[in-house]
C-alpha cells in the first residue's frame, strides 16, 4: 500500500495553500489588524478559527464524506445535495469567486500604474482580465500537472514575495499597535474576527478544493481509501498551517500601520506599507504577489468547477468546460469589483452557515449513529436563519423576522444567530432517530 513521500506530501500542501490563498485573503488580515489595533491578537485568533480552522475541517469532511461535497450533502437529502452543490460551485466560482480573482488582479497589480486618463477607462480591465484567463485556461488544462505547476512554482514564489514583505516591517517597525476602531471597541474582537473570516469563502472553497486534492493524490498512484484520506488530511494540515503563518504576519503589518493613516480597505493599507517598506519598488512587489495569488485561486477554482459541471452536464468534455468557465468569467469581472462584492456577500450569509454544520457533522456523525433525520434538523434549522439574513442584505422587506429573531434568538445580535438552532434542530433530529432507529441511519 502506496502512501505519498514526506517531499510529494508537501508539495500537495502547498498546492491546496495557494489554492486557498487568493487576493482576498491578503486583504482582509491587514483590515483587520489596523482596526483592531491593541485587541489584535484576539481578533486574529477568531479570524483564524474560520479562515483557517474551516477550510482545513472541510478539506477533512469532503475526504471523510465519500470524496466530493455531493455525497456528503446527500447525507441531508438527495434533492438537497443537487441544490446545494449546484449553489456552492456557482458561488465560489463563476457567478462570484473566479471573476473577482481577475478583477482584483486588475485593481491591485494593474491600476496603480496606469496614467489618470487610462484609468477612466474600461479597456485595460478587459484586456487585463482577457490576459488572465488565458493563463488561467491555460494551467486548468491538465489537471494532473496542477501540482507541479502551483506547489513547486506559484507557491513558493508567492511566500518568498509575503516574507520579503513581513521581513521589511520587523526590521523597520512602522509603529506601535493603534487603538482598537469600530466593531473592535464596541463589541467583542474575537467574535468580530470570527464573523470576517467569512469573508476568505474558504470555508465554501474547501468544498469545491476537497476533489481537486483528491484527484491530486490519485494522479501519484495512491488509490486505497485509507491512504488517499491520510494523505488529504496532511495536506490539508500543511495548507492550514502556511494560511495560519501568512495571516499573522499580515494582520501583524495591519496592526502597526496605524501610523500610516487609516485606509478604507485592506489593499490601501498594504499598498501605503510596501510603499513605506520599498519605495515605489513596494507597489510592484504587492502586484507580483495580488497576481500570483490571484492566479493560483483562479486555476484551482476553475479546474474544480470544471470537472463538476463536465460531469454533470452530458456531452461537455472538461477542455469545452473551462473554456466557457473562462470566457464567462471573463465577461462577468468586466462588471466591476464593487458589484461583485454587493453580490457575493448577502449569498455568502446565507449559505456560510449552512456549509459550516454540514461539515462538522460529518466529524460527528457516529456519534450521532448516522441518523439522517440529524443532518435534516440541523441543517432546516440553520437554513431558516441563516436565508432570512441573506435575504435581508440583499433589501427583501423580512424587517418582521430579523426584529423577531433579534428580540428572541441568543446570538443573533453577533451575527451568529444560526448556533443555537442548528444544536436544537440537530438534538430534535437525533431523538427522531431513535424513534425511528436503524431506518434512519446513512452511511
Known amino acids: 500500500?502506496?502512501?505519498?513521500?514526506?517531499?510529494?506530501?508537501?508539495?500537495?500542501?502547498?498546492?491546496?495553500?495557494?489554492?486557498?490563498?487568493?487576493?482576498?485573503?491578503?486583504?482582509?488580515?491587514?483590515?483587520?489588524?489596523?482596526?483592531?489595533?491593541?485587541?489584535?491578537?484576539?481578533?486574529?485568533?477568531g479570524f483564524i478559527i474560520t479562515g483557517v480552522g474551516l477550510p482545513l475541517l472541510g478539506v477533512i469532511a469532503v475526504g471523510l464524506g465519500g470524496g466530493n461535497l455531493q455525497t456528503l450533502a446527500g447525507r441531508v437529502h438527495p434533492v438537497f445535495a443537487i441544490i446545494f452543490t449546484f449553489v456552492v460551485y456557482l458561488a465560489i466560482g463563476p457567478l462570484m469567486a473566479i471573476p473577482r480573482t481577475g478583477t482584483v488582479t486588475y485593481e491591485m497589480g494593474v491600476l496603480p500604474f496606469l496614467s489618470d486618463g487610462w484609468k477612466a477607462s474600461w479597456v485595460p480591465l478587459f484586456v487585463t482580465t482577457i490576459v488572465f484567463f488565458a493563463i488561467t485556461?491555460?494551467?486548468?488544462?491538465?489537471?494532473?500537472?496542477?501540482?507541479?505547476?502551483?506547489?513547486?512554482?506559484?507557491?513558493?514564489?508567492?511566500?518568498?514575495?509575503?516574507?520579503?514583505?513581513?521581513?521589511?516591517?520587523?526590521?523597520n517597525p512602522m509603529g506601535e499597535m493603534g487603538t482598537p476602531t469600530g466593531a473592535y471597541l464596541e463589541s467583542s474582537p474575537f467574535v468580530k474576527g470570527f464573523l470576517e473570516g467569512y469573508l476568505t469563502l474558504d470555508a465554501l472553497a474547501a468544498l469545491v478544493f476537497g476533489i481537486v486534492v483528491t484527484a491530486s493524490v490519485e494522479a501519484r498512484g495512491i488509490t486505497d481509501k485509507k491512504s488517499l484520506t491520510v494523505s488529504t488530511i496532511k495536506a490539508a494540515v500543511i495548507a492550514a498551517i502556511g494560511l495560519g503563518l501568512v495571516y499573522l504576519a499580515l494582520g501583524y503589518m495591519?496592526?502597526?500601520?496605524?501610523?500610516?493613516?487609516?485606509?478604507d480597505n485592506g489593499g490601501q493599507i498594504l499598498t501605503a506599507v510596501v510603499q513605506q517598506l520599498f519605495g515605489s519598488l513596494g507597489n510592484i512587489v504587492l502586484g507580483l504577489a495580488v497576481t500570483l495569488a490571484c492566479l493560483t485561486t483562479s486555476v484551482g477554482l476553475v479546474t474544480a468547477c470544471g470537472r463538476f459541471f463536465s460531469e454533470q452536464i452530458p456531452g461537455i468534455s472538461y477542455s469545452t468546460m473551462i473554456l466557457i468557465l473562462s470566457v464567462f468569467s471573463t465577461a462577468v469581472a468586466n462588471v466591476g469589483l464593487t458589484q461583485l462584492i454587493a453580490i457575493s456577500v448577502p449569498v455568502l450569509m446565507a449559505i456560510y452557515p449552512i456549509a459550516i454544520v454540514l461539515m462538522l457533522l460529518s466529524f460527528l456523525h457516529n456519534f450521532f449513529r448516522g441518523y439522517s433525520s440529524v443532518y435534516v434538523g440541523a441543517i432546516l434549522f440553520t437554513a431558516a436563519v441563516s436565508l432570512v439574513d441573506g435575504a435581508s442584505m440583499m433589501g427583501v422587506p423580512v424587517d418582521s423576522i430579523t426584529l423577531f429573531f433579534g428580540k428572541y434568538l441568543p446570538l443573533y445580535g453577533q451575527g451568529v444567530g444560526w448556533i443555537v438552532p442548528a444544536l436544537a434542530g440537530g438534538l430534535l433530529g437525533f431523538v427522531w432517530g431513535l424513534l425511528r432507529g436503524p431506518r434512519s441511519q446513512v452511511a
Do not use: H
Not at 508539495?11 to 495553500?17: I, N, P, S
Not at 495591519?254 to 485606509?263: D, I, M, P, R, V
Open 254 to 263: 495591519g496592526a502597526t500601520s496605524f501610523s500610516l493613516g487609516q485606509s
Open 137 to 171: 485556461y491555460w494551467l486548468s488544462l491538465n489537471p494532473s500537472k496542477l501540482v507541479d505547476r502551483i506547489g513547486k512554482i506559484l507557491t513558493p514564489a508567492l511566500l518568498i514575495i509575503i516574507a520579503i514583505m513581513f521581513i521589511g516591517a520587523m526590521v
Open 1 to 45: 500500500m502506496r502512501e505519498l513521500s514526506k517531499r510529494e506530501t508537501l508539495t500537495v500542501g502547498l498546492m491546496l495553500f495557494a489554492l486557498f490563498f487568493g487576493a482576498g485573503n491578503m486583504i482582509f488580515p491587514p483590515a483587520l489588524g489596523q482596526a483592531a489595533g491593541t485587541s489584535y491578537w484576539f481578533a486574529i485568533l
